[in-house]
């Protein structure tokens, strides 16, 4: 969650449970941007993969090389989970390095979006490991390498 969503609900002061690192493309990191956050998930290590983008925020780490070169060396550190933050062709070009997956299904069709994987065909198998459905018809549902 958004550094500024943790304030509105409060949880400011809670510990990250799951991640302590994002990575992120630059058209995913570019909304908060434009909305005038240069650091929406201050509460967790950042990195935006791009190879032209310029930010003095101290607290991006802007990946210009190989992003699953950067998540590899990332890996090898001790603490929590590095969380891809959208972006289908950076979720293509780390596929290797991505262990988990944790995909939201909503019974809504809107109509276009961003792929899932957008790259080159490249079955992959993962396992089913849980799934948790609500009310609302929203399905999280959890699957490992």
């Not at 899932?116 to 799934?131: C, H, I, K, Q």
């Amino acid at each position: 969650m958004p550094t500024p969503a943790r304030a509105a609900f409060g949880l400011t002061d809670t510990p990250n449970r799951h991640f302590d690192t994002v990575i992120m493309g630059r058209g995913t990191y570019e909304p908060g941007l434009r909305a005038g956050m240069t650091s929406s998930y201050a509460h967790l290590e950042q990195y935006v993969v791009s190879t032209t983008l310029q930010t003095t925020d101290p607290g991006i780490n802007v990946v210009r090389e190989d992003p699953a070169d950067t998540v590899r060396k990332l890996k090898s550190h001790p603490g929590k989970d590095i969380w891809l933050a959208g972006g289908g062709k950076l979720a293509s070009a780390l596929l290797p390095e991505i262990d988990q997956l944790v995909i939201k299904r909503n019974p809504l069709v809107i109509g276009s979006g961003i792929p899932l994987f957008a790259g080159p065909f490249n079955p992959t198998t993962f396992l089913p490991v849980s799934t948790r459905s609500f009310d609302s018809g929203l399905r999280i549902e959890t699957y490992t390498r």
